[in-house]
């Protein structure tokens, strides 16, 4: 296990060698990573701090995302996605255009299902999908929107909470087939998202901490979720400002179900069921 | 800062252990306490509600970055690793899951062993795995205290008795032993 100064170290070297600082991350979960690391490259603190210095800019790109955390699925909490459909979207309704941005959308899953569900309130023409991450592989991985049937088969579950059933009334159940969306195909344990679906989202990389608004947009919801949790309350804190000021108003901020906005920027918010609004300050 | 931070993993077998304790623990518990369980995916607020019937201490699944104080009880929640930061906060994290447990107990008695050291007691209850034996022999080399469930006494032996087998654990307790030693300990570090 590398110790607390060796994580220093090694955010040090990341840092003059690439252009990437995780100063500012979880201490504990950032040490849980680079561990992980030195066990799956079988190295020791010297051999990873020698790999960094000579890794090539596609190897460096491989450490990142390899550090990074890249776990998303399928309309992830239900309770949640019934803000979004219920209570947030609704509200935009009559806009000429919506502008949503997923920052850290990893491998997409989540960006998808934003997509299905804008079409099936019948908004997606109106509306521009944006969605960055720091993982170049991820992103790469999103653009192709291919997933591993296995992997995704329990998250269907959650597109039946979200699309097929109404929590408000239980007695509503609208069979959407999963083909509508979905090529499934067992044999090859492979679960794609239609054609159709793939070219409307704008992927784009960026590092969340540098705060570049690399959409150059302001934005009506921006779905940033357990993304923060990686982050420091400081880190926290700077990029809570950031999505302020990069929301339109009124703005829908959507986080991961156990992450809250804590600290100075909780005047700027107002907390509502399971996301938070902008408020005018 | 509290003198003592209790953490306790349980898994198969261990949900009337931990009813039981938390009965037992008095109002006022000068410690914290994190909970990790293994517990199923998609069960999420009513397991709170089952573990929290007859439990005078408040018991929260935390969000990330909150304040860790005494009086509260800390549930790994659902889907995240729970971890204990320097800062007395906790953070989570959504990394995949160790030995197929997201919560791993491992991960939280690690982040615990290394943020608390001495004043860490970990207690490791009944499983099907072996979850929280590597965490449990960490912070008993950080200078915490160890306890593991008699496996005689455990509905599954196999997580306590990997903890026994890998390394010298400080107390081998059955249930009663486990809520009579956790709920007496405020009268020890007054």
Sequence with gaps: ?281 | MAKKYIVIGGSAGSFQTILGLLEALPKNYPFPIFLVLHRLKNISSGFVEALSIKSKINLLEPNDKEIIEAGNIYLAPANYHMYAEFDNTISLSTEEAINHSRPSIDITFYSVAHSLREKAIGVLLSGANKDGAEGLKEIKEMGGITVVQDPNDAQIQTMPQAAIDLFKVDKILTTEEIINYLSKLHFLYV
């Design chain 1, 1 to 281: 296990m590398v110790d607390d100064n060796q994580i220093k170290d090694i955010i040090q070297v990341i840092k003059k060698v690439a252009d990437y600082d995780f100063s500012d991350y979880s201490i504990k979960s950032f040490q849980r990573r680079i561990d992980k690391i030195l066990e799956d490259y079988r190295l020791d603190f010297n051999g990873l701090v020698k790999r960094i210095y000579s890794s090539s800019p596609e190897e460096m790109e491989k450490l990142i995302a390899d550090i990074t955390v890249n776990t998303t699925e399928l309309f992830r909490n239900p309770i949640v996605w019934h803000s979004v459909k219920y209570r947030i979207l609704p509200k935009l309704k009559d806009n000429e255009k919506i502008d949503i941005w997923h920052a850290g959308c990893s491998t997409g899953q989540e960006v998808y299902s934003m997509l299905i569900l804008l079409k099936e309130m019948g908004m997606l023409d109106k509306v521009n999908v944006y969605a960055s991450d720091i993982n170049q592989l991820a992103i790469d991985k999103a653009k192709k929107g291919e997933y591993i049937y296995r992997f995704n088969i329990e998250y269907l579950q959650n597109f039946d909470e979200v699309i097929r059933k109404n929590p408000y009334n239980f007695e509503e159940y609208n069979d959407v087939p999963y083909s509508r969306y979905f090529d499934i195909d067992q044999e090859l344990d492979k679960i794609s998202i239609k054609n159709e679906y793939k070219d409307i989202a704008i992927f784009k990389k960026q590092d969340l901490v540098k705060r570049e608004n690399v959409f150059y947009k302001k934005f009506d919801v921006i779905m940033c979720r357990n993304v923060l949790i990686y982050f420091n309350l400081k880190l926290q804190s700077q990029i809570l400002n950031f999505f302020y000021d990069n929301l339109k108003f009124p703005g829908y901020l959507v986080l991961g179900y156990h992450e809250s906005i804590l600290g100075n920027e909780v005047v700027k918010f107002h907390k509502k069921h399971y996301y938070y609004t902008k408020k005018l300050i």
